[in-house]
T-cell receptor, first 114, second 114 residues
Framework: EADIYQTPRYLVIGTGKKITLECSQT?????MYWYQQDPGMELHLIHY???????EKGDLSSESTVSRIRTEHFPLTLESARPSHTSQYLC?????????????FGEGSRLTVL | KNQVEQSPQSLIILEGKNCTLQ??????????LRWYKQDTGRGPVSLTI?????NTKSNGRYTATLDADTKQSSLHITASQLSDSASYIC?????????????FGRGTQLTVWP
């Protein structure tokens, strides 16, 4: 079982609120990722990090921001949530031993913006 | 354009029956192909990872095949159980960058009825 944790699992908030989705892993992985997933659709990469103080935007444009101050922690923040941000957000991590290592996913955070 | 197409989109089978899910891809260059199982409301869990040189890989009742020449993969589930009800996602990785970019299919939603 993967040691990667996301909180909250479910969040319902009003438009304009600031939210932070937490993601932590205890496997010592350098690489961490945030994906967005809508029902029946493929996962889209929105942010990734190769290590501490390294963050990059993914393929899907997102108004969210991320930080990587500690290896084990990769939070995602929305400064002003909108209904269009309603989605499932999945955090994942992998090790550095191969170009595309095994991905371990968290359980996801389902965000609903009213 | 690099794509991953899965079929069927959804499938219903009776408990105890076998089934096969298909994945066709156009990703190039090719590094590896993965199958994930995603239970409703949960994060994806890896079933198999296959590299270019591997034709078949098994994980319990799950057997994945890969034909790198035709760029096709299949996931065969033997003696299905109710717990097999989930979305099965095919993911292909390229060798185009150190990130080893991942291309996700939309998944096949499998429902197993008693």
């Amino acid at each position: 079982e993967a040691d990667i944790y996301q909180t909250p699992r479910y969040l319902v908030i009003g438009t304009g609120k600031k939210i932070t989705l937490e993601c932590s892993q205890t496997m010592g992985h350098d690489k961490m990722y945030w994906y967005q997933q809508d029902p029946g659709m493929e996962l889209h990469l929105i942010h990734y990090s190769y290590g501490v103080n390294s963050t990059e935007k993914g393929d899907l444009s997102s108004e969210s921001t991320v930080s990587r101050i500690r290896t084990e922690h990769f939070p995602l923040t929305l400064e002003s949530a909108r209904p269009s941000h309603t989605s499932q957000y999945l955090c994942a991590s992998s090790d550095r031993t191969s170009t595309a290592g095994e991905l371990f996913f968290g359980e996801g955070s389902r965000l609903t913006v009213l | 354009k690099n794509q991953v197409e899965q079929s069927p989109q959804s499938l219903i089978i009776l408990e105890g029956k076998n089934c096969t899910l298909q994945c066709n891809y156009t990703v190039s260059p090719f590094s590896n192909l993965r199958w994930y199982k995603q239970d409703t409301g949960r994060g994806p869990v890896s079933l198999t990872i296959m590299t270019f040189s591997e034709n078949t890989k098994s994980n319990g009742r799950y057997t994945a095949t890969l034909d790198a020449d035709t760029k096709q993969s299949s996931l065969h589930i033997t003696a299905s159980q109710l717990s097999d009800s989930a979305s099965y996602i095919c993911v292909v990785s390229d060798r185009g960058s150190t990130l080893g970019r991942l291309y996700f299919g939309r998944g096949t939603q499998l429902t197993v009825w008693p």
